[in-house]
């Protein structure tokens, strides 16, 4: 993997080859003890979003109030069923993404998006701090009309406010999921589901961002 530029995005046809097996993942959340796979409740939706690493992502969520479940896995390549370490080589096409089941009766999309934008740096291509790859792109996958929406237009918001503070161009990738390489979400090993909660002091970039400036 010597010589790989691991921010350039690769094409479906550069991709690994992957596997037909799924990775195994506990049948419940380990936080929240909610089906890590469903079913959902009825009237529930899912949101999928890319901040860098997911763990702490994934932390961020499960936190607020109205979230069902959270799952972490990678979406918006084409790698079927990819490991982390295929992941890590940014030549599946994966962006690290958090899983958000929500009931929209209790927290809204707009909150959620606001938890988005304002925990990570939108504005760093293909980065997130220190970590330096396409696996860790912003992106927001919808799953609904609305949702690709409310994400648009929650991105002219913080744009503007970005832009006002002297803050550079949003570079997040928006998109319905089945526009997100191959529109699946495919579960990360076991061990990274509810990394923080079994690894109170593990690894987190999360929590700043010059979005906060703005409120959802």
């Known amino acids: 993997m010597l010589g790989i530029d691991k921010t350039r995005m690769i094409t479906a046809d550069e991709a690994m080859p992957g596997r037909d097996a799924a990775l195994e993942v506990a049948d419940r959340h380990v936080v929240l003890g909610s089906p890590l796979k469903g079913p959902w409740p009825e009237g529930h939706e899912v949101l999928y979003v890319?901040?860098?690493?997911f763990w702490g992502?994934?932390?961020?969520?499960?936190?607020?109030?109205?979230?069902?479940?959270t799952a972490v896995g990678y979406m918006g390549g084409w790698t079927?069923?990819?490991t982390y370490i295929e992941t890590c080589t940014?030549?599946?096409?994966?962006?690290?993404?958090?899983?958000?089941?929500?009931?929209?009766?209790?927290?809204?999309?707009?909150?959620?998006?606001?938890?988005?934008?304002?925990?990570?740096?939108?504005?760093?291509?293909?980065?997130?701090g220190g970590?330096?790859?396409?696996q860790y792109r912003s992106a927001i996958f919808t799953t609904t009309d609305a949702q690709l929406e409310a994400a648009r237009q929650s991105r002219e918001r913080y744009q503007a406010a970005?832009?006002?503070?002297?803050f550079g161009e949003i570079t997040t990738q928006i998109v319905p999921v089945q526009e997100a390489g191959d529109g699946v979400f495919y579960y990360a090993e076991d061990y990274h589901q509810g990394y923080l909660h079994k690894?109170?002091?593990g690894?987190?970039?999360?929590?700043?961002?010059?979005?906060?400036?703005?409120?959802?």
């Open 199 to 201: 690894n109170p002091g």
């Open 90 to 128: 940014a030549q599946t096409g994966h962006a690290e993404t958090v899983m958000v089941v929500f009931d929209p009766e209790v927290v809204s999309v707009d909150t959620l998006l606001g938890r988005f934008w304002e925990n990570h740096d939108p504005t760093t291509l293909h980065r997130q």
């Open 162 to 166: 970005l832009t006002d503070k002297g």
């Open 80 to 82: 079927p069923n990819p």
């Open 203 to 216: 690894y987190c970039n999360h929590g700043f961002c010059q979005a906060s400036y703005v409120s959802a």
């Open 57 to 69: 992502a994934e932390r961020i969520f499960w936190q607020t109030e109205g979230v069902y479940a």
């Open 50 to 53: 890319g901040m860098g690493c």
């Open 131 to 134: 970590d330096i790859g396409t």
